[in-house]
């Protein structure tokens, strides 16, 4: 038989993952002026890394070790969970209350229980330069506020009640 080895595969651009430690996950990150071939290069590297992980909804950039304020947010299957792409993205609104029990790629093994808004609305801009707006609810709420924490060097971590240990919570 044949095996057959895609063209995307072979380019898929991974990059490793900074866990929590690192310092540079604490930093903030700076607003992108200019969407380049390099910018453009770490959303396609960032998202091939999301999509590398085994249940990851989202990155931040300085999870890859890039101090830039960039996003991806992917629900997978839930309609419009997206994927959202976004460059500088800002909470505009916020709204109501939200408990979530959060994971993070930077904090392997460990989740923890979060108060989030129920609601933001989120402006950005995406590759291609345009600005969009973003009304979200429930998980994807979560997700944008979660992963705009990571740009001012902030992991959920920081702002649990409580935290478990991810392996005990499979078991379940
Ligand atoms: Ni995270």
Redesign the pocket.
């Known amino acids: 038989y044949v095996i057959v080895y895609s063209e995307r595969n072979e380019n898929m651009a991974q990059r490793q993952i900074r866990e929590v430690g690192d310092p540079l996950l604490r930093k903030k990150s700076r607003v992108v002026e200019t969407i380049d071939d390099k910018v453009k290069q770490l959303i396609d590297d960032m998202y091939d890394t999301l999509k590398a992980s085994d249940d990851g909804i ?3 950039a300085p ?1 890859v070790g890039v101090l830039k304020r960039v996003i991806i947010v992917d629900l997978g299957e839930e309609g419009e969970g997206g994927p959202y792409k976004l460059i500088n993205p800002v909470i505009t609104k916020a709204k109501g209350e939200q408990v979530c029990r959060e994971g ?4 392997p093994g460990l989740l923890g229980d979060v108060t989030r808004p129920k609601e933001v609305t989120v402006e950005a801009i995406n590759e291609e330069g345009k600005k969009v707006i973003i009304k979200a609810k429930d998980l994807l709420a979560i997700c944008l506020c ?2 705009i924490d ?1 740009l001012d060097g902030i ?2 971590i920081d702002k649990a009640t409580e935290l478990f240990d991810a392996d005990a919570e499979d078991e379940e």
């Not at 993070?104 to 904090?107: A, D, G, I, K, T």
């Open positions: 989202g990155i931040a999870q993070c790629l930077s904090v979660h992963e990571h992991l959920f």
